[in-house]
């Protein structure tokens, strides 16, 4: 069942975004060839508790970590660790943060010092179809609009769309209703309506579509071993269009 958030849930995940943007600027500054992810990790969570809020991820379903951190070829869901960080990779750090029992959720993609071509096409086009995503939302749009956008985007530029994962309600739970795919049809699926809070996610691969998961249970990487991006924000659907929960 897809809820309408009330004016006093609505102001909560707006904390609670708030602190998962803050987040992400703190960690920018940090992301460089030498560290590992281990102590990325380490800065979200102290963050994340100093700012009064807790780790959304941290055992979630067993997740042994306060973010996902995935280099490269890994699309989601890595695990924090040892690896360091080397020149020319690309890392996308997924963090939710929960805020008096409200959640925040927000990826991004970014650069570890200088990044191929390749790389640099990948993570634009990725950001550039999230916000195509996003521009179709207001009231009376329907969910089939924002996957249908996405996927014209990844198609123009020849980016493969995963479609084993897809974005989400997010409210008093991190993942609630309903799904918010990364295709579709124009003119299908549920009803957006003002109140409504849902995560927009495009998950675009360099290569093929197809994905598999690791030993780990956890992290997901392409099946040909190109590069992956991930840029998402949380947003809440409002009469005229959205706001986005997770600014930056």
């Not at 055992?59 to 660790?81: D, K, M």
């Not at 943060?97 to 993609?109: E, F, L, N, R, V």
């Not at 093929?208 to 030993?215: E, F, G, P, S």
């Amino acid at each position: 069942m897809i809820s309408i958030k009330s004016e006093r849930e609505i102001e909560l995940l707006k904390q609670a975004g708030q602190i998962v943007g803050d987040t992400h600027n703190y960690l920018k500054k940090h992301i460089k060839p030498g560290v590992t992810t281990k102590e990325l990790d380490k800065l979200a969570y102290d963050y994340i508790i100093a700012s009064g809020a807790t780790p959304s991820f941290l055992n979630y379903e067993g997740f042994p970590a306060s973010i996902c951190t995935s280099i490269n070829e890994e699309v989601v869901h890595g695990i924090p660790s040892n690896r360091k960080l080397k020149n020319g990779d690309i890392i996308s750090i997924d963090i939710g943060a929960c805020y008096k029992g409200y959640h925040g959720d927000s990826a991004w993609t970014y650069a570890v010092g200088n990044i191929s071509d390749d790389k640099k096409y990948l993570m634009e086009y990725t950001e550039e179809a999230l916000y195509a995503g996003l521009s179709v939302i207001k009231e009376g749009a329907r969910i089939g609009d924002i996957g249908a956008i996405v996927s014209s985007v990844a198609k123009k530029y020849n980016l493969g769309v995963v479609k084993e994962l897809v974005g989400h309600g997010v409210g008093s739970n991190l993942h609630e209703d309903p799904d918010v795919p990364n295709y579709g049809t124009k003119n299908t699926g549920p009803l957006l309506k003002a109140g409504m809070v849902i995560a927009v996610e495009p998950m675009l691969n360099l290569g093929t579509a197809k994905v598999y998961i690791l030993d780990d249970d956890w992290t997901i990487i392409t099946a040909d071993d190109l590069p992956s991006a991930h840029f998402e924000h949380t947003i809440v659907v409002t009469k005229s269009g959205y706001e986005i929960l997770t600014k930056r």
